[in-house]
C-alpha cells in the first residue's frame, strides 16, 4: 500500500502537521478490501455450529452441492483428507522468562468431531455469489450429539488450560500479618467485543504460480508465515499478504483466523479467487473477544497508609481455543499489577481455563487494562475505607523518582519516570480543589456527583525485532518501507515526518508502503504500541545506515576526507566550510552512474530494532460523573488525562490515540458487554441492537496533558501511547461512580455501569439500610 502526500510546513520531530491519509479517506478513495476489483471471484460462506458444544453426528451437504452455482463445499473430512496444518497458539514466556505451557484443543482449519463454541467454523460454501451461497446453506442439515458446556471459569464444564504463580507466599502472608489495614475486593472484568468499523475479510487468488491473500491484519508477514508453513507446508515465498487500508484493529485482527485460511485453501482447489466477508453478526460471533477476567483481591496496609503486601487471584477465561495471543492478558499482562507503586511482597496466582465461548486474544491493551483496572480499583476502595483522598493515598505509595530505574516485586524494571510529577498535574489539571463546589451543584439539581483517579504503568514496545528500509530515487524523493501495519493510528504521517526530519525530505516526495510481504521483506506487525518506538527506531537506524553509507561517496564528491565530513539538514558538509553536496543530489548521481572514480553505490539501506526492554508509558486519568438515582443513569461530566509518552514525534497522533483509548475504556466501564445465554449458550448480543457501542455524544471535552521524561530503551525515546486510554478510563470512571453512590451505602458495582445496574444496586443499598 502507498501514499502520495501534500507538502506541510511542521514535519519537525514533535511537530503536528494534519494526517496525511486523511483527505483520501474524507474523499471516499479508501482502499479497503471490499473497493478493491475482485471481479469473477467466487464468493465464500462460512457454516458455523449453533451449537456451543458437541459431537458431528450428521452433515449432510448433499442437496446442497446440486445447487446450479454452487462450486464447493468444503468440511472438516476435507481438511483431514488434504492433511492441513494447524494454527499455532504464541506461547509467550511467563514474567520469570519460561515458556508457558497451555494445554488446549488444536485449532484445525474445520473440526471433523467435535464443535467447541457457537459460531465455530464446521464448513465452508464457495458459490458464484453471496445469494446462492446463502441457498445452499438452508439447505445443509447438521445434527450434534450435545455435550456439556461453559460459559465462564466458573463453570463446571471449565477445562484447566494453564496456571502459574509469581511472588512470595510466606513473605506476603507476614506482611498480611502485621497490616492494620486489610482491603478486599472481587472484580469480573467483562468479556467484550472489538467491534471494529470493517469487519474482517480475505480474498485468495492464485497469480504466477504462487498464491496471494489480500485480508485486514495487522501482522501480514506472521500471516504470511503461519498459512504458508503451518498451515499447508509450503515455503513463505510462495504465498504472498497484502493488506490494503484496514478499518480498525485493536487487537482482534492480530491472530490468525481460520477464514483466512479457508479462502486459501478453496482458491488453492478450486484453482480461482475466492472472497469472503463477514458479516456483523458473523464478527459478533467468531472475532476474537476482549477481557473476561475474574478477579479477587486484597491489599495490606500499614497505620500512615502505605502499601505491606498485595495478593491477587485470577481466573481467565480462554475461550475454546488458546488463541494467538490468548495466554497473554493473564500471563504477561499481570507485570501492570505493580503500578507505580513500592509493593513490598505480592502472591499472585493466575489460571486460564479453556470454556465454550469464542476465544480470547489480545484486546487493546492485553492484560494491562485488566490488571491496572484491579490494582487501581482495590486502592480507590481501600482510601474510602481509611479515609484518605485517591491523591493522597496514591502519593504516600509511589516509587520515589530517586529510585529510577526501578525493579518492581513483578519484575519489570522502569526505566524513566517522574510518578509524582504525574499525579502532583493530574490533581491540578483535573480541577480537584473545586470539586467540593461541583458536587454541590449537582445535588441542588438532585443528582449525584463523584471523582474518581486512576494511575497506570504499562508494559509496551517489546518483542520480536522490527525491520524497514529507505530507497532515495533520483529525483529527490523516497521510498520507505516498515514492518508493522496501520489501522487507522497515521502511520504515514508519522513515519513520514520522521524521514523528513531526518534527511531533509519534502514529505510530499516520500512515498510510504507497508502491507505487502512482497514489497516489505521483513515485519512482525502491529500490537503493544511497537509501531514507532520499535519500527519507527528500525527506520531511524536504516537512515543512519544511510548517511554512513553515503559519507565516503560525499568525500570523494567534495574531494575531502572521510573525517572531514558532517551530515546534518539533508547535506553533507566539509566541516568548517560552506562546501556541502546534498543527500538528494548523491542519489541522484548514484542512479545517473556519474559518481567520480566510477564509484558504484545504490543509494539505500535497511535498518532493524530488537528491543532489550519493552517501555514504560504511565500517567494518571481522572474522572467525574453524574449520576440519577431515580433512573441510574450516568453522565461523564469530566474527563482529564496526564500522561507520559516519552517523546513524541506527532502529538496531534498521539492525543487522537488517546482520545480513542479513553472511548473504548469508557465503553466497557459503562456499556459494552458479551452476553451468552446461559440455558443454550447461544450469543445474546450479535447485533448493534443488543451490544451497546459509546457515541460522541456520550463524552465530555477532554483535557488532555503531558509529563513526559524519555525512555532510555529505544533510540528515539518514545514510550507508545496507544493503549493509555483503555487502560486507565475504566478503573477512573468506577471509582468515580462508586464516589458518587458511597454516601447511599452502595460498595460495589461491576462493569458495565448500566442505568439498570446502577439503579438496581441504589435499590439494594436502600433495602439494606431500611
Not at 504477561?332 to 480470547?360: C, E, K, M, N, Q
Not at 492485553?366 to 486502592?379: F, N, V
Not at 512515498?511 to 515485519?523: L, Y
Not at 441510574?632 to 490515540?657: C, K, W
Request: some cysteine.
Amino acid at each position: 500500500m502507498g501514499y502520495e502526500h501534500a507538502p506541510s510546513s511542521d514535519f519537525r520531530f514533535g511537530g503536528a502537521p494534519r494526517r496525511l491519509e486523511d483527505e483520501r479517506f474524507l474523499r471516499g478513495r479508501g482502499a479497503y478490501l471490499e473497493d478493491l476489483d475482485h471481479t469473477g471471484a467466487l464468493v465464500a460462506l462460512v457454516i458455523r455450529s449453533d451449537c456451543p458444544h458437541g459431537r458431528i453426528t450428521r452433515f449432510d451437504v448433499s442437496a446442497a452441492c446440486e445447487l446450479d452455482g454452487v462450486a464447493a463445499i468444503l468440511t472438516g473430512k476435507d481438511a483431514l483428507a488434504d492433511d492441513l496444518g494447524t494454527i499455532p497458539p504464541n506461547n509467550v514466556p511467563t514474567l520469570k522468562g519460561v515458556p508457558l505451557a497451555v494445554d488446549g484443543p488444536d485449532v484445525r482449519i474445520l473440526p471433523h468431531e467435535t464443535v467447541r463454541y457457537v459460531g465455530e467454523p464446521i464448513g465452508l460454501i464457495v458459490a458464484e455469489d453471496l445469494a446462492t451461497a446463502q441457498a445452499a446453506l438452508d439447505l445443509i442439515d447438521v445434527e450434534y450429539d450435545a455435550l456439556p458446556f461453559a460459559l465462564s471459569p466458573m463453570d463446571e464444564a471449565a477445562e484447566p488450560g494453564y496456571s502459574l504463580h509469581h511472588g512470595d507466599t510466606a513473605e506476603t502472608d507476614a506482611a498480611f500479618e502485621k497490616a492494620a489495614h486489610r482491603v478486599t475486593i472481587r472484580l469480573v472484568n467483562q468479556r467484550v467485543a472489538a467491534a471494529p468499523m470493517e469487519t474482517r475479510s480475505a480474498i485468495a487468488f492464485p497469480v504466477s504460480g504462487r498464491y496471494a491473500v489480500t485480508t485486514g491484519t495487522q501482522a501480514p508477514h506472521l500471516t504470511r508465515d503461519v498459512l504458508a508453513r503451518d498451515m499447508f507446508g509450503i515455503p513463505p515465498d510462495e504465498l504472498r499478504v497484502i493488506t490494503p487500508d484496514t478499518g480498525g484493529g485493536f487487537g482482534t485482527k492480530a491472530p490468525i483466523y481460520r477464514e483466512q485460511a479457508l479462502v486459501l485453501w478453496a482458491a488453492r482447489r478450486l484453482n480461482a479467487p475466492v472472497k469472503w466477508v463477514a458479516s456483523r453478526n458473523e464478527s459478533f460471533q467468531s472475532d476474537a473477544a476482549g477481557r473476561d477476567m475474574i478477579w479477587n483481591l486484597e491489599l495490606a496496609l500499614d497505620q500512615e497508609g502505605r502499601f505491606l503486601g498485595l495478593r491477587a487471584n485470577v481466573k481467565a477465561n480462554l475461550g475454546a481455543y488458546q488463541s494467538l495471543f490468548g495466554a497473554v492478558p493473564a500471563n504477561v499482562g499481570l507485570a501492570a499489577l505493580g503500578g507505580v507503586y513500592t509493593i513490598p511482597t505480592v502472591d499472585i496466582r493466575s489460571a486460564g481455563y479453556f470454556t465454550h465461548t469464542t476465544p480470547v486474544d489480545a484486546y487493546r491493551g492485553a492484560g494491562r487494562p485488566e490488571a491496572i483496572y484491579a490494582l487501581e480499583c482495590l486502592i480507590g476502595k481501600a482510601a474510602r475505607q481509611i479515609g484518605l483522598s485517591g491523591f493522597e493515598l496514591r502519593r504516600r505509595n509511589l516509587i520515589p523518582t530517586s529510585a529510577i530505574p526501578f525493579r518492581t516485586v513483578m519484575g519489570a524494571t522502569y526505566d524513566s519516570g517522574d510518578f509524582d510529577a504525574v499525579l502532583s498535574a493530574a490533581e491540578q489539571v483535573s480541577g480537584f480543589d473545586g470539586f467540593p463546589s461541583r458536587k454541590s451543584e449537582s445535588e441542588a439539581r438532585g443528582l449525584l456527583r463523584g471523582f474518581g483517579a486512576a494511575a497506570y504503568v504499562e508494559r509496551a514496545a517489546g518483542g520480536a525485532e522490527e525491520g524497514a528500509r529507505i530507497e532515495l530515487d533520483d529525483s529527490g524523493g523516497a521510498d520507505v518501507m516498515v514492518g508493522s501495519m496501520t489501522a487507522g493510528q497515521g502511520h504515514a504521517t508519522a513515519h513520514v515526518q520522521l524521514v523528513s526530519q531526518r534527511l531533509a525530505l519534502d514529505p510530499s516526495r516520500i512515498r510510504f508502503h507497508q502491507g505487502d510481504t512482497d514489497q516489505v521483506s521483513r515485519g512482525v506487525g502491529t500490537f503493544g504500541s511497537r509501531s514507532l518506538a520499535v519500527g519507527g527506531s528500525a527506520l531511524h537506524r536504516a537512515v543512519d545506515t544511510l548517511v554512513e553509507k553515503l559519507t565516503p561517496v560525499a568525500a570523494a564528491v567534495l574531494e575531502c576526507a572521510e573525517a572531514d565530513i558532517a551530515f546534518g539538514k539533508g547535506a553533507f558538509t566539509i566541516s568548517g566550510t560552506d562546501r556541502s553536496v546534498a543527500i538528494t543530489e548523491l542519489a541522484r548521481l548514484a542512479h545517473a552512474d556519474r559518481l567520480p572514480g566510477g564509484i558504484a553505490c545504490d543509494p539505500s539501506s535497511d535498518g532493524a530494532f530488537q528491543p532489550v526492554e519493552p517501555t514504560y508509558p504511565n500517567g494518571m486519568h481522572t474522572a467525574e460523573v453524574e449520576i440519577d438515582p431515580e433512573t441510574g443513569t450516568v453522565r461523564l461530566a469530566g474527563y482529564a488525562a496526564v500522561d507520559d509518552f516519552g517523546n513524541e514525534i506527532n502529538p496531534m497522533l498521539v492525543d487522537g490515540q488517546v482520545h480513542g483509548g479513553v472511548g473504548q475504556g469508557a465503553g466497557q466501564a459503562l456499556m459494552e458487554q458479551v452476553i451468552h445465554d446461559p440455558d443454550s449458550g447461544q450469543l445474546m448480543t450479535g447485533t448493534f441492537l443488543d451490544y451497546t457501542m459509546p457515541r460522541a455524544a456520550d463524552f465530555p471535552e477532554m483535557v488532555l496533558s503531558r509529563s513526559p521524561t524519555p525512555c532510555l530503551n529505544n533510540p528515539l525515546g518514545l514510550k507508545g501511547c496507544g493503549e493509555a486510554g483503555a487502560i486507565c478510563a475504566p478503573p477512573a470512571i468506577m471509582i468515580a461512580i462508586m464516589d458518587a453512590l458511597a454516601p447511599l451505602g452502595v460498595t460495589h458495582i461491576d462493569m458495565p455501569a448500566t442505568p439498570y445496574a446502577v439503579w438496581r444496586a441504589i435499590q439494594a443499598a436502600g433495602k439494606d439500610a431500611a
